[in-house]
């Protein structure tokens, strides 16, 4: 099943159908108080959990890449934890091209599986409310344009936890094409003045295969549509239209038919995303092209200080 976030959630204020939804919002605060947290379990291997607490399109699994590639330079042996979800195959499959992972329905037992083979850190993707596991390290993410929508947790609004909880995390990480850092800084700093925020930039890696004079429809179904749009267009190439699916979206043929000819009406190209891309394997995509992206890190040795 493919559900688009309520447009309400990301209104810059509850309206009255997040009202009448906060019902349901306490009932699942109350249930989540009542999960029992496991104790600290002694380890060898380190965790490293990358999540969020908005839903969605936060740059989680960038950033586990990155991580990735500076424990690599540092020699240390490290690989991927993702709890298993029918939906999410895409990522997985991004995360395989960097690095071992480990996919389980319990994501402690996914780590018992990477100790048992002699890693010495597992990079969790998600996994943030996962109250079984006690982590070693702990980075929130944040899209700069998504920020928390109207700020209520789900049903009401799209936060797994609320915003006032940044009080118990150390360090966040704000992800985007540079939109709003100063306000939504001030922001984070007014809840927890010794948050350590660290700032990433998303980076086309293969814009040479894009001509700038062309014009190109865009699609996508991930979490951060807007952001992508974004980076395109700070890349300088010409959107003529923008189609947003849901977040982990299952494409049809009529999804893909209606795009192709919506393209050749605009007489333009189309550009997706990779995660996107790798959703498609069952149809024709030789008319279809697609953005592989990396996340910059604005202060890269402050990011290493920390993880090291």
Not at 125 to 143: A, E, H, M, P
Request: aromatic share 10%; proline share 2%; hydrophobic share 35%.
């Amino acid at each position: 099943m493919n559900l688009k976030k309520p447009k309400f959630w990301e209104y810059n204020k509850p309206n009255i159908y997040a009202y009448l939804l906060y019902p349901f919002t306490l009932l699942i605060k109350f249930l989540n108080i009542l999960k029992s947290k496991t104790k600290n379990k002694d380890r060898k291997i380190k965790t490293i959990c990358v999540g969020n607490i908005y839903v969605g399109g936060t740059g989680k699994t960038s950033l586990c890449i990155k991580i990735k590639k500076i424990l690599d330079r540092e020699k240390i042996k490290s690989c991927f934890i993702k709890k298993y979800y029918k939906n999410q195959l895409d990522e997985q499959k991004i995360l395989k091209e960097y690095g071992k992972v480990f996919i389980s329905h319990k994501r402690e037992d996914a780590i018992q599986q990477a100790e048992n083979e002699n890693f010495e850190v597992a990079i969790l993707d998600d996994g943030l409310q996962d109250k079984s596991i006690d982590y070693n390290l702990r980075f929130v993410c944040f899209n700069n344009i998504n920020w928390i929508g109207n700020g209520m947790t789900i049903p009401s609004g799209p936060l797994r936890e609320s915003i006032t909880n940044m009080k118990k995390y150390n360090h966040v990480f704000l992800n985007g094409n540079q939109e709003n850092e100063e306000t939504l800084i001030n922001e984070l700093l007014k809840i927890n003045s010794n948050l350590i925020i660290h700032i990433g930039q998303y980076k086309p890696i293969n814009l040479n295969n894009f001509k700038k004079n062309q014009k190109y429809l865009v699609f996508s179904g991930i979490g951060n549509h807007q952001t992508f749009v974004s980076m395109i267009k700070k890349n300088g190439l010409e959107i003529l239209r923008d189609i947003e699916f849901a977040d982990h979206y299952s494409y049809t043929k009529k999804d893909i038919d209606l795009i192709l000819n919506e393209a050749d009406d605009l007489k333009c190209e189309i550009v997706t995303t990779e995660k996107d891309f790798l959703r498609l394997e069952n149809f024709d995509t030789n008319k279809i092209k697609y953005i592989k992206s990396e996340l910059q890190i604005t202060d890269e040795n402050k990011l290493i200080k920390y993880i090291i």
